[in-house]
């Protein structure tokens, strides 16, 4: 397949904004991909390389040789090329990796060039087209897309599934089970405002914690622990390790939560837990967890039972200071004394849990339902204004924005500077130079990819904002740099919030 059909593919996927278009586009591009290609194909898509890092930093994307006039290079030669330049090391090697990329986008068209850097330099990432994706592989192999959909989570990888549907089909999906050791995309949870709507017969309440999501598989004396985003971070929580590894589990996979808690009990901000699984050499330490699934125990997988079973699995696999605290109730009462004592202990809030529900991986799905008071909403910074006085020297005032599903774009919901730590400050800084679209001296203004979590008191109807309505008292809680701009809150979830029509 020549890169170039990719390039025309991927133009004309960012040119429509009807899913089904974008679908049928990839769709065709699959099916005439040649074996080995299909699985490039959703990786350049998906803005990844299978190489992942090849070692290509800024400042080698800033050369643009002349481009080819007419074109002529392969998904597999760029493949391979890619391949030769992440295996450049020792003395000498950032001068031939640039060499090589040199090369390489001298044999591309101008088009081409641009894909090939944006893809390098990581712009094309986006979590979007991975729901489309997986409709496109559907499509294109003629399977159900839910066998896709469950393929691709329990394997973490799409391309692996593209190849095996487009070779083997659903014969070939179904054979998909997890593995441990092999990560799996983790069941998320929709929100509710109250209990009252969301407590609907006998259901399992649990503690909501605030603090990072793990999934650790236990094979004999073997613990590996990955994070939200399947990143491996076995070596920067050893005491986690330690801790389930004095269990004698033969093989497990179990899902859960894990916090830096004070000596009381209760929990440390959530900059401490983060700050804690953010070092390499684990120096942190002090992590708990707090288990609370299991999809695979002692050559069972679990996943497709009900999570009352899963459950039982779970209090069988983990002493219960090791289990997130829960009761199993129909009675409304009795929970919201329950969010009470959690709410009262420092906890963000609970979380409802179906006793029939199979593990959704991957997926919001309505069998967990979470319920904390507090008001806060993932939004994605659109710019930020340099700061004065004390933080002359940093960007500081951020523009925030709620994504428009109709549009693509982003609606600006008001501006924060509070909240941030001289840490963040500078990590902030830092962040959005490299994001980076232009400058006015006052004003930068970035590319729109950077999620962050803010609190805020309420909405106000403000003509001077596009969307009409402006945060009240907006303050930064964390960048969320596990969710892509993709997944940040819609400006139809403000609205309903604000109680304001959706339109
Ligand atoms: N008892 C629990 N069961 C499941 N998830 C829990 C629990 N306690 C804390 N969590 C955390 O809450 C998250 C569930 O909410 P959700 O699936 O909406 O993820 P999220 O988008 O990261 O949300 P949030 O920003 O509210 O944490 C999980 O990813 C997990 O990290």
């Given at each position: ?29 699959l ?11 959703v ?64 044999e ?19 979590g979007?087209?991975?729901?489309v ?6 499509k ?8 896709v ?46 209990l ?27 613990v ?89 699995a ?20 009795e929970a ?7 709410l ?70 008001g ?7 001289d ?20 004003t ?16 106000q ?10 945060l ?32």
């Amino acid at each position: 397949m020549l890169l170039a059909d990719l390039v025309a593919a991927w133009q004309a996927v960012a040119g429509t904004s009807s899913r089904r278009e974008k679908a049928d586009l990839i769709a065709a591009l699959l099916r005439g991909a040649g074996p080995g290609e299909a699985a490039l194909v959703v990786h350049y898509l998906a803005g990844e390389l299978p190489q992942r890092q090849i070692g290509i930093g800024p400042a080698a994307l800033g050369e643009r040789p002349p481009a080819a006039a007419s074109p002529a290079l392969g998904v597999g030669r760029i493949d391979a090329v890619f391949g030769e330049i992440g295996a450049v090391s020792g003395p000498g090697s950032v001068a031939g990796k640039r060499r090589l990329l040199r090369a390489l986008l001298a044999e591309a068209t101008a088009p081409e060039q641009e894909f090939l850097i944006r893809l390098l330099a990581g712009d094309l990432r986006q979590g979007a087209l991975e729901g489309v994706m997986a409709e496109s592989v559907a499509k294109a192999a003629g399977v159900p897309l839910a066998l896709v959909r469950r393929a691709a989570m329990l394997s973490g990888s799409l391309s692996a599934v593209a190849v095996a549907a487009l070779s083997g089909g659903a014969e070939a999906l179904s054979r998909f089970a997890p593995r441990v050791g092999r990560p799996v995309r983790p069941m998320l949870a929709v929100s509710s405002p109250s209990l009252e709507e969301a407590l609907k017969g006998e259901t399992a309440v649990e503690w909501k914690m605030d603090g990072i999501r793990a999934q650790l598989h236990v094979e004999g004396e073997e613990v590996r622990v990955f994070t939200r985003t399947l990143e491996e971070i076995t070596s920067r929580v050893p005491e986690v390790v330690e801790t389930v590894r004095g269990l004698g589990l033969r093989s497990a996979i179990l899902d859960g939560e894990l916090i830096a808690l004070r000596e009381d009990g209760r929990p440390h901000p959530f900059q401490v837990t983060s700050a804690r699984t953010a070092t390499r050499s684990g120096a942190g330490g002090g992590l708990s967890l707090f288990a609370f699934d299991v999809l695979h125990l002692d050559g069972a997988d679990l996943l497709d039972e009900p999570g009352a079973v899963r459950n039982e699995a779970l209090a069988r696999a983990l002493p219960e200071p090791l289990r997130m605290p829960r009761i199993v109730t129909s009675d409304l009462g009795e929970a919201e004394a329950f969010l009470a004592d959690a709410l009262a202990r420092g906890h963000e809030g609970v979380l409802l849990k179906s006793l029939d529900s199979p593990y959704t991986a991957g997926r919001r799905g309505a069998g967990w339902i979470k319920v904390k008071p507090r008001h806060t909403l993932d939004l994605v910074v659109l710019a930020v204004e340099r700061g004065s006085g004390r933080r002359r020297e940093w960007l500081s005032n951020l523009h925030l924005g709620a994504r428009d599903p109709r549009t693509g774009g982003f609606v600006m919901l008001g501006k924060t500077f509070k909240g941030l730590t001289d840490r963040v400050l500078r990590w902030q800084t830092e962040r959005f130079t490299e994001l980076k679209t232009a400058d006015d001296g006052w004003t930068v203004t970035v590319r729109p990819v950077q999620v962050v979590e803010v609190a805020f008191d309420g909405l106000q109807r403000s003509p001077r904002y596009p969307g009409g309505l402006a945060l009240r008292f907006a303050r930064v809680l964390r960048y969320r740099s596990d969710k892509t701009a993709e997944e940040a809150d819609t400006i139809d979830t403000v609205r309903a919030l604000a109680g304001f029509e959706p339109g």
